[in-house]
């Protein structure tokens, strides 16, 4: 999974993600590849060349009519429509499931650097965003900012922007349809939660008594003042 995360659907290794629902709906309103790239200001290269996998892994997507008397263009397939479908019911499932799994660290800030603190907390040491002045605050992380990796497979801090990272056991799993709240135990008075699709669950080998590692962003983190 990437550390900053975000609603995808996966085929053959190829994420369908947000920038790609994006450019398919573009193509849609424009009636162009061309066009589409052209109001998101991507190169058209660029964006022949990402419908050009996403086609690989999930099938024909783009139907492009040659022109004649009513033009050339392209329009969206019934796949392409269904692809939309599926990605903004799981958008949506994401959203909701995150707005209820917030995790609530206690701690006092060490040390500043701008905007940015580093927070002790029960778990240890967090980089987080922390309001001016404050000594006491309570480090907030929402379950769809937080990562799960495999500790054998955790790459090395200078490999990632993630630099907060805890190991912890996992201790429930809320399953849905396509996504699942995972529930890990990092030894702080709250537990952290993490939304994981089922091929990352699976993937992974998610379940109960499961080591891994939660891994965090320092700007998706925000502590305020208690």
């Known amino acids: 999974m990437d550390a900053e995360f975000d609603a995808q659907l996966r085929a053959d290794d190829v994420a369908f993600d947000g920038r790609d629902a994006a450019l398919l709906r573009a193509v849609d309103d424009a009636g162009s590849l061309n066009a589409a790239a052209e109001t998101l200001g991507r190169s058209y290269s660029r964006a022949h060349g990402r419908l050009t996998d996403l086609e690989a892994a999930f099938g024909d997507l783009v139907e492009r009519r040659r022109g004649g008397e009513s033009g050339g263009g392209s329009t969206l397939t019934a796949r392409a429509h269904e692809l939309l479908a599926r990605f903004d019911r799981l958008r949506a499932g994401y959203s909701s499931v995150a707005e209820t799994a917030e995790a609530v660290l206690d701690g006092t800030?060490?040390?500043r650097n701008g905007e940015?603190?580093?927070v002790s907390t029960a778990a240890g040491r967090v980089r987080a965003l922390?309001?001016?002045g404050a000594e006491a605050v309570q480090v907030s992380l929402r379950a769809d900012?937080?990562?799960?990796h495999d500790p054998a497979e955790m790459p090395d801090e200078s490999a990632t922007s993630a630099r907060?990272?805890?190991d912890g056991e996992v201790t429930a799993i809320d399953r849905g349809e396509a996504?699942?709240?995972v529930t890990v135990d990092v030894g702080a008075d709250a537990p952290l939660a993490a939304l994981v699709t089922e091929e990352s669950?699976?993937?992974l080998s998610l379940a109960t008594g499961r080591q891994v590692v939660a891994s965090f962003?320092?700007?998706a983190t925000r502590a305020t003042a208690k």
């Open 201 to 203: 669950r699976e993937r």
């Open 217 to 219: 962003k320092a700007t």
């Open 179 to 181: 996504i699942s709240r």
């Open 145 to 148: 900012t937080v990562t799960l």
């Open 164 to 166: 907060n990272r805890f």
């Open 130 to 132: 922390v309001p001016p």
């Open 109 to 111: 800030v060490e040390e």
């Open 116 to 118: 940015l603190g580093t």
